[in-house]
T-cell receptor, first 109, second 113 residues
Framework: KNEVEQSPQNLTAQEGEFITINCSYS?????LHWLQQHPGGGIVSLFM???GKKKHGRLIATINIQEKHSSLHITASHPRDSAVYIC???????????FGKGTRLHILP | DSGVTQTPKHLITATGQRVTLRCSPR?????VYWYQQSLDQGLQFLIQ???????AKGNILERFSAQQFPDLHSELNLSSLELGDSALYFC????????????FGSGTRLTVV
């Protein structure tokens, strides 16, 4: 079993829909990151969380440390949100980073 | 432009050869990370440096080595290359060791033939 699991693996939705991507992890962490990778390959850091909730524009990220779970939400989704979304955790006992396998999101116009 | 510069963008080389990938972190960032992304493995953490010192090691092969220089740029050396080393290699930088948002470079696409 992977230490960081994302679901779903793939998601296709219509423009305007509310999107939720989930990340569960099995290790103790000091922080969790959400990354976005566009088809061209570039990676952008969206959020870094250690507790609670963060919001940036139409993106919202939440984390529940007790349940070892984080969600990334996209409101009013748009075709330009089509990308791979990757969850990554920083271990609390060392500085290693563990990545989920990513969620491929496709928003149809 | 993210502020993290990786060179070269593309590299094609033969099996058995050695290559060096270079990364200049964003101005003011002291920590540099190297990652490998292959089609079947996803993103994998290789190694982290902070202010010239190795900080953490991930799934880095013995054929690979890295260092961070006094001017904070970093180099990843890959030797005795195999076909399976073909991948995208990303560098990222952060201001601190932990709990900082990453700034990624655009990556180096390595093809081993």
């Amino acid at each position: 079993k992977n230490e960081v699991e994302q679901s779903p693996q793939n998601l296709t939705a219509q423009e305007g829909e509310f999107i939720t991507i989930n990340c569960s992890y099995s290790v103790g962490i000091s922080a969790l990151h959400w990354l976005q990778q566009h088809p061209g390959g570039g990676i952008v850091s969206l959020f870094m969380l250690s507790s609670g909730k963060k919001k940036h524009g139409r993106l919202i990220a939440t984390i529940n440390i007790q349940e070892k779970h984080s969600s990334l939400h996209i409101t009013a989704s748009h075709p330009r949100d089509s990308a791979v979304y990757i969850c990554a955790v920083e271990g609390d006992r060392d500085d290693k980073i563990i990545f989920g396998k990513g969620t491929r999101l496709h928003i149809l116009p | 432009d993210s502020g993290v510069t990786q060179t070269p963008k593309h590299l094609i080389t033969a099996t058995g050869q050695r290559v060096t990938l270079r990364c200049s972190p964003r101005s003011g960032d002291l920590s540099v990370y190297w990652y490998q992304q292959s089609l079947d493995q996803g993103l994998q953490f290789l190694i982290q440096y902070y202010n010239g010192e190795e900080r953490a090691k991930g799934n880095i092969l013995e054929r690979f080595s890295a260092q961070q220089f006094p001017d904070l740029h970093s180099e990843l050396n890959l030797s005795s290359l195999e076909l399976g080393d073909s991948a995208l290699y990303f560098c990222a930088s952060t201001p601190r060791v932990r709990r900082s948002g990453y700034t990624f470079g655009s990556g180096t696409r390595l093809t081993v033939v």
